[in-house]
């Protein structure tokens, strides 16, 4: 079964300092990974999917696939930066169409 | 270019009613993904629909079933509603099947079962 765990349900800091939102799934295969964003009053969107290797708004995602982990890290983080954070997990070749989610951080960036 | 739009905003049901739930994908989208988010949940993903066939479905009883109409918008219905289909329902249309092709999500529908 796969599975996608985010520990924090919140996470508070302050502009400037770095943030990490953690990622941790639980697959037998090759999975892909993603983050998805929800601002508030927004749509959720995707952010930045691991296999595009980019940078998104300054957020950088790396695939550990020894301590099956996908977290999310922003060096400096801003006020626009407040959102829910979704980490995603899909299955490669024929599985690749559903996601499934984690239950989600709520990031708040103080002034 | 028109992005995902879902009817209605809510709804609120009573248990063992049936609910129908709509979906119009975006400009030029041919597939549409469901997915049912629980309060304090991530979303769970329900099924696909691709050029009108299914094309993959989650853990979710037979009551829950879709239908794509040629011009690629969907619907959801559920049946014998249960207190627990209380969620916030949400769509997502892509240009293919893969997730190489980014889902685009729509603003939900939030149903309350009561």
């Known amino acids: 079964a796969q599975r996608v765990t985010q520990p924090e349900k919140l996470l508070s800091v302050f502009k400037g300092a770095p943030v990490e939102l953690k990622c941790n799934y639980s697959y037998s295969g090759s999975p892909e990974l993603f983050w998805y964003v929800q601002y508030s009053r927004q749509r959720l969107q995707l952010l930045l999917r691991h296999i595009s290797r980019e940078s998104i708004k300054g957020f950088t995602a790396d695939l550990n696939k020894g301590e099956t982990s996908f977290h999310l890290k922003k060096p400096f983080a801003q006020e626009e930066d407040s959102a829910m954070y979704y980490c995603?997990?899909?299955?490669?070749?024929?599985?690749?169409?559903?996601?499934?989610f984690g239950k989600g951080t709520l990031l708040t960036v103080n002034p | 270019e028109t992005g995902v739009t879902q009817s209605p905003t809510h709804l609120i049901k009573t248990r063992g009613q049936q609910v129908t739930l709509r979906c119009s994908s975006q400009s030029g989208h041919n597939t549409v993904s469901w997915y049912q988010q629980a309060l304090g949940q991530g979303p769970q993903f329900i099924f696909q629909y691709y050029r009108e066939e299914e094309n993959g479905r989650g853990n979710f009883p037979p009551r829950f079933s879709g239908l794509q109409f040629p011009n690629y918008s969907s619907e959801l219905n559920v049946n014998a509603l249960e207190l627990d289909d209380s969620a916030l329902y949400l769509c997502a249309s892509s240009s293919g099947t893969a997730l190489s092709y980014e889902q685009y999500f729509g603003p939900g529908t939030r149903l309350t079962v009561t």
């Open positions: 995603a997990l899909s299955g490669r070749g024929g599985s690749n169409y559903k996601l499934t």
